[in-house]
């Protein structure tokens, strides 16, 4: 079991940036994919970043590319999506998740572990 904690969301205009954490409980978090999903309001939750369990692949949206980062800190047990040149269509809530020994996931229903969630707003 992991249970996963956003944080790091908040109000930013158009062109700045935020860093996203996802720190997890547990042990052993370093063996697990992690994803990065987000759902504006009206719309379907969407694949933004992923990671392989071994932190080797990444995998980004097209929208994102270029301007998206994941990466994960496996001492401090967190997975971060630094997000530089943020753009209005950017603003939704933000979820982690994990699953644990698999490989780039971009499909929300394999992932086992969810985060709460934390809002983002890119103000024009």
């Known amino acids: 079991q992991v249970q996963l904690a956003e944080s790091g969301g908040g109000l930013v205009q158009a062109g700045g940036s935020l860093r996203l954490s996802c720190a997890a409980s547990?042990?052993?978090?370093?063996?697990?994919?992690t994803g990065w999903f987000r759902q504006a309001p009206g719309k379907e939750r969407e694949f933004v970043a992923a990671?392989?369990?071994?932190?080797?692949?990444?995998d980004y949206v097209d929208s994102v590319k270029g301007r998206f980062t994941i990466s994960r800190d496996n001492a401090k047990n967190t997975v971060y999506l630094q997000m530089n040149t943020l753009r209005p269509e950017d603003t939704a809530v933000y979820y982690c998740a994990a699953r644990r020994w698999a490989s780039v996931i971009r499909t929300s229903v394999e992932y086992a572990y969810w985060g709460q969630g934390t809002q983002v707003t890119v103000s024009s």
């Open positions: 547990g042990r052993s978090f370093s063996t697990y994919a």
């Open positions: 990671m392989d369990w071994s932190g080797g692949t990444t």
